[in-house]
C-alpha cells in the first residue's frame, strides 16, 4: 500500500520561502506513468492544484503559480519536494501530496480526493508575520 505523508514547517512569515516535503513509502515515485503532484486547500475553499512531477521526472505547474514555485524529487529518498517563494498570508491553507498513474489530472481545476490513486494527510501551513 502506497503511504505519502507530507512534512513541513507549519508557520511561515510573508514574503518568506516555503519547504515542503512529502515522503513516499510502499512504492517508488520513479514507478512508470506516476504523477506526484502538490494540492492545496485554503481555509473556507475548494482544493488548488499546484503543479505535478511526473515519473520520467517532467515537471507542470498550474500558470497562476509558476512563478513562485518548483516541484523536485530526490529518486534515492523516495521523496518529493515543493518549494514557493514569496509567500503571502493567501497562501495559507492544508497542503496535500497525491498520486495519480494517469496524467488526466495534471492540469485539472475541479477534481476531488477520490479521484487521485493515493492521498496523503496534509500539512498546515500558515503565513503570518
Known amino acids: 500500500q502506497v503511504q505519502l505523508k507530507e512534512s513541513g514547517p507549519g508557520l511561515v512569515k510573508p514574503s518568506q520561502t516555503l519547504s515542503l516535503t512529502c515522503t513516499v513509502s510502499g512504492g517508488s515515485i520513479t514507478t512508470i506513468d506516476y504523477y506526484w503532484s502538490w494540492i492545496r486547500q485554503p481555509p473556507g475553499k475548494g482544493l488548488e492544484w499546484m503543479g505535478a512531477i511526473a515519473y520520467s521526472g517532467n515537471a507542470y505547474y498550474s500558470p497562476s503559480l509558476k512563478s513562485r514555485t518548483s516541484i523536485s524529487r530526490d529518486n534515492a529518498k523516495n521523496t518529493v519536494y515543493l518549494s514557493m517563494n514569496s509567500l503571502k498570508p493567501e497562501d495559507t491553507a492544508v497542503y496535500y501530496c497525491?498520486?495519480?498513474?494517469?496524467?488526466?489530472?495534471?492540469?485539472?481545476?475541479?477534481?476531488?480526493?477520490?479521484?487521485?490513486?493515493?492521498w496523503g494527510q496534509g500539512t498546515q501551513v500558515t503565513v503570518s508575520s
Open positions: 497525491a498520486a495519480d498513474e494517469t496524467k488526466l489530472l495534471v492540469f485539472r481545476h475541479c477534481f476531488e480526493e477520490r479521484e487521485y490513486d493515493y
